[in-house]
Nanobody, 122 residues
């Protein structure tokens, strides 16, 4: 079993920045990729970014590329999402995910965190 705990969400003004963290515990040896998804009210879940466990491969949604950066600290079993130039369209619950495969991480995951709320005011 893998447990994922997100933190770092909050309220920020448009143009500001936030850094989300996701700490993994349990059977972390089974994790090969981690990702961030988000879901705004009345909208479907949206892929944001993903990273392989060794950090060699990253994926970004077009909507966040150039503004968000995903990174991983293997020593801490923690993945981060640095979010810059935030806009109200980024307002959503952000969820951390982990997978034993990287090939399908952008659409499917084995484990999910409970989420952290990001609200961007205009």
């Amino acid at each position: 079993q893998v447990q994922l705990v997100e933190s770092g969400g909050g309220l920020v003004q448009a143009g500001g920045s936030l850094r989300l963290s996701c700490a993994a515990s349990g059977r972390t040896f089974s994790i090969f990729a981690m990702a961030w998804f988000r879901q705004a009210p009345a909208k479907e879940r949206e892929f944001v970014a993903a990273i392989s466990w060794n950090g060699d491969i990253t994926y970004y949604a077009d909507s966040v590329k150039g503004r968000f950066t995903i990174s991983i600290d293997n020593a801490k079993n923690t993945v981060y999402l640095q979010m810059n130039s935030l806009s109200p369209e980024d307002t959503a619950g952000y969820y951390c995910a982990a997978s034993s495969r990287i090939a399908t991480i952008r659409s499917r995951a084995d484990y999910w965190g409970q989420g952290t709320q990001v609200t961007v005011s205009s």
